[in-house]
């Protein structure tokens, strides 16, 4: 039998390492019960694992209470971290323990799992480094900023490289749950499980989720001027010669610097920024496609189409019908 450690983050936990915590045991042992049915025996042991013993969190809300001290555990064959708070960024007690532990159960052949904001804890090993990662998109420029070797790719609900895995936020682990269980287990018995918990299964990106804000914590100011023109000129087409002419600089070091700064190039950006607004317009209003095309500075309906697909997984009407119930009426 296999073994899954799911460790306890201790100080830098909450509600939701909770609910990762709780979904992952469940999955797994649902996963196990469908198994047994047929007449196999058990494919994983889960326990919870960490660096101290019993903790209050969420204001002596819940308690938590690992089974094992981590560094009890010589051997396992698959690491879940839940998620974490990021904003805690200083080192703290416990932390050089599960960093050395997971590193070394890693190079023995050990998977490892991220789930959204675990993803820091992850990265701060240096296991991600030049590796493909997700996380929660509104952490993403938080992320990009302490962990520039790492290669995040925001949209995208789940990444799997090299024997880790991470995934986007919050409850989209419930996704990523089902994931394991095709991996590790099979197609049927992921079928299951996402009929017996009700999860969707084979969802592959956050994008629809996602709320484009800009990073902005970049500290170029040049790239920032760019951001707030951009910004303030939705309804029109920018060319991003004139825009990198407006800053007295070349095309190729324009793009550079938009690119370091932000993830995105300009046109991206712009792309970005415009998708964003009409997001919202058919969120709430009751304008056409084409009004809402045209206000976001798009003439052609077939390019705006294309973006909007690129951007959100789905068409403008789609969009609309998902989640504008009023207008789709």
């Not at 101290?52 to 089974?67: H, L, R, S, V, W």
């Amino acid at each position: 039998m296999k073994h899954v450690t799911i460790i306890y983050p201790s100080q830098r936990s909450g509600h939701s390492t909770l609910a990762c915590i709780t979904a992952a045991f469940e999955t797994f042992m649902a996963a196990n019960g469908y198994r047994r049915k047929s007449g196999k025996t058990d494919l994983f042991t889960v326990e919870l694992a960490g660096t101290t013993a019993a903790e209050e969190i969420c204001n002596g809300m819940f308690t938590i209470k690992p089974q094992r001290n981590i560094s009890d555990i010589s051997k396992t064959d698959l690491i879940i971290i839940p998620s974490t708070n990021p904003n805690q960024q200083q080192p703290l007690p416990g932390d050089d323990v599960l960093i050395e532990w997971m590193t070394r159960q890693y190079k023995h052949g050990a998977d490892i799992v991220s789930i959204c904001s675990g993803a820091f804890l992850l990265a701060s090993s240096g296991l991600l480094d030049g590796k493909s990662c997700s996380t929660h998109w509104a952490h993403a420029d938080l992320f990009r900023q302490r962990f520039p070797k790492v290669n995040l790719m925001a949209d995208k609900l789940i990444t799997d490289e090299n024997g880790i895995c991470t995934n986007g936020g919050a409850f989209s682990f419930l996704n990523l749950m089902i994931y394991l269980v095709e991996k590790y287990y099979d197609r049927e018995t992921a079928i299951y499980c996402s009929k017996n918990l009700q999860i969707e299964m084979d969802r592959n990106s956050q994008s629809a989720f996602t709320i484009f804000t800009g990073q902005k914590l970049h500290g170029d100011k040049m790239v920032e001027d760019a951001q707030k023109y951009i910004e303030s000129a939705l309804n029109e087409k920018i060319s991003i010669e004139e825009l990198s002419a407006r800053f007295a600089i070349g095309r190729r070091n324009f793009d550079r610097r938009f690119i370091k700064a932000t993830g995105n190039t300009p046109l991206e950006y712009s792309q970005r920024v415009k998708i964003e607004l009409a997001k919202k317009e058919l969120e709430v209003s009751r304008k056409t496609v084409n009004e809402v095309m045209y206000e976001v500075g798009y003439s052609d309906q077939k390019a705006f189409r294309e973006v909007f697909r690129k951007i959100t997984g789905m068409s403008p009407l789609e969009y609309r019908s998902k989640y504008n119930k009023e207008a789709a009426n």
